[in-house]
């Protein structure tokens, strides 16, 4: 049995009973960083069995298998979040699958719900790029095709790109891109700026450096004003 366990992105409480249940009763974690993993362990009174799983090690991955199909369980974590949503884990839970090793996927804390959720944008859909890649040519052509779907954007960015990347988005699509960027999620110092990018950028700017983990959420001028339908049972307005 495989468990993809999400974990806190920031603060601890944000961890479900089902998370600690199925870190109690599975025979060992498959974790991204052992050093993170056991300060979340020791934090709910948990000792366990700890394996370094690193998805580009064809050992690594090869290991984590063996040890599923000698008929142990184990829970697959990552630093925060949850695992193979731009985090290691879409590798062994393929393999797991494919060997007809059962896999459970547990719901629990992710960046990217929590900043749709947050955004005041319409999120009924939208389109989620994880990290773009480096290049400028490649960023705008992903961003053309997502926009193309007059959906909201959700990407990963890394604080040290975060100045650069918005200006590109103002320099390509214009001064009527709505942009959010929600920093450091459900940790101390967490925090929201946007609106028109122009602005978004100006307070970006002010702010100085920027540290911690992003995500930023882009809503194209041409589906700024669009609503997004309800489903099918959708509530009547209130009175």
């Known amino acids: 049995m495989l468990f993809i366990v999400p974990t806190p992105i920031g603060n601890l409480k944000d961890i479900t009973l089902r998370a600690l249940e199925a ?25 366990k069995k700890l394996f370094r799983y690193n998805e580009h090690d064809e050992k690594s991955v090869a290991g984590a298998m063996a040890w599923l199909r000698s008929g142990k369980s184990a829970a697959l974590v990552t630093d ?43 999120c009924d859909s939208f389109v989620f790029l994880g990290f773009l890649p480096r290049s400028r040519g490649k960023i705008v052509k992903a961003l053309k095709a997502a926009f193309e779907l007059k959906k909201t954007v959700i990407l990963f960015e890394s604080p040290y790109r975060l100045k650069k990347f918005l200006a590109l988005a103002r320099e390509e699509f214009g001064p009527g891109l709505t942009a959010i960027v929600a920093r ?12 028109a ?41 209130l009175p």
Do not use: M
């Open 184 to 195: 450091e999620i459900s940790k101390i110092y967490e925090e929201w700026t946007g609106g």
């Open 23 to 47: 870190l109690k009763e599975a025979d060992a974690v498959f974790c991204e960083d052992t050093r993170r993993t056991v300060n979340l362990l020791n934090h709910f009174g948990l000792q």
């Open 80 to 122: 925060g979040g949850s695992p193979c949503i731009s985090d290691p884990g879409r590798k062994l839970v393929a393999l797991a699958r494919s060997t007809g090793v059962k896999v459970t996927a547990l719901p629990g804390p992710s960046a990217v719900i929590a900043a749709a959720a947050g955004s005041g944008l319409p």
């Open 197 to 237: 990018i122009d602005e978004t950028i100006a307070k970006t700017e002010a702010a100085g450096d920027v540290k911690g983990e992003v995500v930023v959420l882009l809503r194209p001028p041409e589906a700024a004003e669009e609503e997004e339908p309800g489903g099918p049972d959708e509530a009547p307005d």
